[in-house]
């Protein structure tokens, strides 16, 4: 306890007061509204702040998590030990010529629209991914046939010694829901997209397509951390839980979503041990059935909450 008191110390010497906060739900932040408290989280206003907060956790041996927007994160209800680093203050972007380039805070469908708006085409695809420019490269977001890593150009992050680096886009190695970020544990502070000059009222139009076919077909009225499960090769994660007879099936408030079955939705109240019951359910009974397993595409992190007798 004194060696952690005393890492607040430092902490606190390091990073303006007001992006430090202590035993913050985490629930309040992210997409799926659940997860227990986390000792500290700091939103970093500045690539300094990020540098010096890792340095001090892994001074004092503190673990520690960074996060965009909380958008593809399942935080159990235990909380997490340690500090989250959460760069949602980092949302910067920028435009020159063709090419826009947005801090990892910054969330890729708000690139989008600035593409949008300077008549840029390519981005599109992402107008509707609720996650940030960061987790979006960590994991080659994708959708309508577009995904990141055909429209990067580089990025610039930090490595675990604290160097920068600035990565093109072979040295990514993106590939599905995959890449150099989360193979190296690397932290994303901006990328840099080389787009096309385009017609704004054919990229508009595009993106309110994909705006209305996404409120369609996707249960956004819900909680939940967009598709649960990572595409199997050769299959539909949706369509082989459908087809498992669980749409619908629910634990607590956790639901496999009527509206689509790849998507697990937290209807109000919902435990994040509900969705991790729910997620065996639909993992085990696609196995049986089909012989296929499904992984996990959310990021799932922290501990179980001890159960009182």
Do not use: W
Not at 109 to 127: N, P, Q, W
């Amino acid at each position: 306890m004194k060696q952690f008191n005393n890492f607040l110390i430092q902490l606190r010497e390091a990073i303006a007061e007001e992006n430090i906060q202590l035993n913050v739900e985490m629930k309040e932040h992210t997409s799926f509204r659940v997860g227990g408290p986390v000792d500290v989280l700091v939103t970093p206003i500045d690539y300094n702040e990020i540098i010096n907060t890792i340095k001090l956790c892994k001074d004092y041996k503190v673990p520690f998590y960074i996060i965009g927007n909380g958008s593809n994160l399942l935080v159990k209800d235990g909380g997490i030990r340690g500090v989250v680093i959460k760069l949602t203050k980092l949302d910067n972007i920028t435009v020159d010529g063709t090419m826009i380039t947005a801090q990892g805070g910054a969330t890729i469908a708000k690139t989008s629209r600035v593409a949008r708006d300077v008549s840029l085409t390519g981005l599109e695809f992402a107008c509707g991914i609720p996650g940030s420019i960061g987790g979006a490269l960590a994991m080659n977001a994708g959708a309508y046939d577009g995904e990141m890593s055909m429209v990067v150009k580089n990025s610039i992050v930090l490595d675990e010694q604290g160097n920068l680096l600035k990565l093109n886009k072979d040295e990514l190695e993106l590939e599905y829901r995959m890449s150099a970020i989360l193979k190296n544990n690397y932290v994303v502070l901006e990328v840099t997209f080389d787009l096309k000059k385009g017609d704004y009222e054919k990229i508009k139009n595009r993106i309110d397509e994909l705006m209305k076919r996404r409120r369609e077909k996707q249960p956004l009225e819900y909680a939940s951390a967009g598709s649960t499960f990572k595409r199997p090769v050769g299959h539909f994660a949706g369509k082989l839980i459908q087809d498992s007879g669980l749409k619908g099936k629910s634990v607590g408030d956790a639901e496999v979503s009527i509206k689509h079955s790849g998507f697990i939705i937290n209807k109000g109240n919902a435990k994040a041990k509900d969705i991790l019951d729910l997620i065996k359910i639909v993992q085990s009974t696609v196995k049986e059935k089909f012989n296929v397993d499904l992984n996990p595409e959310v990021r799932i992190i922290g501990e179980d909450k001890e159960e009182k007798n």
